[in-house]
Nanobody, 115 residues
Framework: QVQLVESGGGLVQPGGSLRLSCAAS????????MAWYRQVPGKQRELVAA???????NYADSVKGRFTIARDAAKNTVHLQMNNLKPEDTATYLC?????????WGQGTQVTVSS
């Protein structure tokens, strides 16, 4: 079983950048499908970016060209680099990992984009 802990959230002005990290423990995540989701109260959880065990990536249309997901195998961590942030990116960002049909979740980190 893997435990996931997110970090890196905060308050940033529109146009700014943040780098979120998802640190895994308890198991190596090299074979996991990993993803970042975001959640806004009253709205459905949204898949933002995902990376497969072979490091193929896909993104929500709303973040393409601005966000980048990457895996750091040596640190057993997945990052989400977020550039040119917009107020509509404000949400709680959650890290998720999937292996053999089982999903694991972190507790989330808040990102607020506001001037």
């Amino acid at each position: 079983q893997v435990q996931l802990v997110e970090s890196g959230g905060g308050l940033v002005q529109p146009g700014g950048s943040l780098r979120l990290s998802c640190a895994a423990s308890g198991n190596m995540i090299s074979g996991y499908w990993m993803a970042w989701y975001r959640q806004v109260p009253g709205k459905q959880r949204e898949l933002v970016a995902a990376i497969t065990k072979t490091n193929s990536t896909n993104y929500a249309d709303s973040v393409k060209g601005r966000f980048t997901i990457a895996r750091d195998a040596a640190k057993n961590t997945v990052h989400l680099q977020m550039n040119n942030l917009k107020p509509e990116d404000t949400a709680t960002y959650l890290c998720s990992g999937r292996l053999w049909g089982t999903d694991y979740w972190g507790q989330g980190t808040q990102v607020t984009v506001s001037s």
